[in-house]
């Protein structure tokens, strides 16, 4: 009995492992012009280290960065350097069941509303209704 009890509870927690894993990798993207980065290309934001494909897409985020904002903080969170510590729009406790994969990573929100409105949008305006604000979101420690 606690043989079966034992090697019931390993698979529970290797099934629990393996779904909380990634699918797969997502690689940062520059946030100016959607290509892959280079790492000779990169430029401080909000703490963190974002990279780009070249250097005329660094200037063009110094140059105007609040318009690539949303895509950055996505390449944070992606890069690991941000971490999201509650929901997107209204920094409250995420709630099991309402992730949602915005640009390679699992937003968690604090109810069905806030979760149905970045499903029903296009990929392009999920990123910026959940990374533009910046709430949710901090950087790692």
Do not use: I, Y
Not at 34 to 56: L, N, Y
Not at 91 to 108: I, M, S, Y
């Amino acid at each position: 009995m606690k043989t079966a009890l034992a090697v019931t509870t390993c698979f529970a927690l290797l099934a629990a492992a393996v779904m909380a894993a990634p699918a797969t990798k997502v690689e940062p993207m520059c946030p100016v012009s959607g290509h892959a980065c280079s790492p000779d290309a990169t430029a401080e934001f909000e703490g963190g280290k974002v990279c780009f494909c070249c250097e005329k897409c660094v200037k063009a985020f110094a140059a105007d960065s609040a318009k690539f904002t949303a895509k950055a903080r996505q390449q944070l969170v992606v890069t690991g350097q941000m971490v999201q510590k509650g929901c997107p729009f209204s920094g409250g406790p995420v709630k099991d069941g309402t992730q949602v994969d915005v640009g390679g990573v699992a937003v968690g929100f604090c109810c069905g509303n806030c979760k149905g409105k970045v499903a029903k949008a296009s990929p392009e305006e999920q990123v910026g209704m959940v990374f533009g604000s910046g709430k949710g979101f901090a950087l790692a420690k």
